[in-house]
């Protein structure tokens, strides 16, 4: 099977940065896109930003401008740099990985268990 750790959660002032990290690990026959959503108390789980294995990218109008996501397909790892953040930001940030863990098995979504982001003076 295949793993996903996130890391770099924490506790951050408004207006300040934050990476996060994420590792995928196990199994691994191919990984396409690699994202990160969030949640925060009463509220859905929503796509904060992902990015394809060629490097096409989607993100969330809330935080265009300020988080940007990156991508390290040989360590099979993905990143969010959060910048110039806001109290909504408050939420458990998940990563997510659609891959297979062999060519036998069809695609499926693999996620992370999840690090706490809170922004907060």
């Known amino acids: 099977q295949v793993q996903l750790v996130e890391s770099g959660g924490g506790l951050v002032q408004p207006g300040g940065s934050l990476r996060l990290s994420c590792a995928a690990s196990?199994?691994?026959?191919?990984?396409?896109?690699m994202g990160w959503y969030r949640q925060a108390p009463g509220k859905q789980r929503e796509l904060v930003t992902r990015?394809?294995?060629?490097?096409?990218?989607n993100v969330a109008d809330s935080v265009k401008g300020r988080f940007t996501i990156s991508r390290d397909n040989a360590k099979n790892q993905v990143y969010l740099q959060m910048n110039s953040l806001k109290p909504e930001d408050t939420a458990v940030y998940y990563c997510?990985?659609?891959?297979?863990?062999?060519?036998?098995?069809?695609?499926?979504?693999?996620w992370g268990q999840g690090t706490q982001v809170t922004v907060s003076s």
């Open positions: 997510h990985a659609t891959g297979r863990s062999s060519r036998y098995t069809p695609e499926y979504d693999y």
């Open positions: 990015i394809t294995s060629t490097g096409n990218t």
């Open positions: 196990g199994n691994i026959f191919s990984i396409n896109a």
